[in-house]
């Protein structure tokens, strides 16, 4: 017998994430010889795979965040099937002239051990990144909306077996006299 390993990220429900390691035992017999045996097909092994993206599932302020729209023009980060959300929609012209930090969370689970995962972020503004209440990622730089950074996740406690909790503080700077749409506040992410 041949046994193959294929690190798998599969949905469970809404805002919860499955991560899990599952191995495929086949007959040496069927690798024998696939070539001269007319009758040979190969095992088929499709690892499902499933991501975390920005969407209405994260929670902020106590319910569902919302997407943001119209999306600002220098908003010119692009992450695929992620949305720009924030935790209203417009922004209150007060959170715009005077700032404002909200922070995001959802909750997933791994089983089996992962080797790695990939995050790709973009905030207006600056944003700072947990898992479990330890730091992963932040960036303070003021301009995480016109592309995303990428951060690879390897070997950390943040990949071990259990029900995790991802969070994102996210401030949008203050602009004097301004409002939601002159100085909009969002989040973009995807967990993969």
């Known amino acids: 017998m041949n046994t ?3 690190r798998t990220l599969s ?3 809404a805002g919860m994430l499955m991560l899990s390691i599952v191995s495929f035992s086949i ?7 696939p070539v001269n045996d007319s ?4 095992p088929v092994v499709t690892a ?15 319910h569902g965040a919302v997407p943001v729209s119209p999306i600002h023009p220098y908003w010119t980060a692009s992450i695929p099937d992620a949305t720009w959300v924030w935790s209203e929609n417009p922004l209150e012209p007060a959170s715009a002239t005077d700032g404002v930090s909200k922070t995001f969370t959802k909750t997933y689970t791994i089983t089996g051990q992962a080797a ?15 898992i479990d209440g330890l730091p992963l990622a932040s960036d303070p730089s003021g301009d995480n909306f016109s592309s995303a950074d990428s951060i690879h996740i390897i ?9 995790h909790t991802i969070s994102f503080t996210v401030d949008n700077a203050p602009v004097a006299g301004s409002d939601g749409l002159s100085n909009p506040a969002g989040l973009l992410y995807k967990l993969t």
Do not use: E, K, R, W
């Open 48 to 62: 499902p795979s499933c991501t975390i993206v920005s969407d209405t599932a994260d929670q902020v302020d106590g």
């Open 11 to 13: 949905a469970i429900q």
């Open 27 to 33: 007959p040496t017999a069927a690798l024998a010889d």
């Open 4 to 6: 193959i390993y294929v």
């Open 116 to 130: 790695d995962a990939d995050l790709q972020i973009a905030a207006d503004n600056t944003y700072n990144v947990m």
């Open 155 to 163: 070997h950390t406690p943040f990949l071990t077996p259990g029900t």
């Open 39 to 42: 009758n040979f097909h190969p």
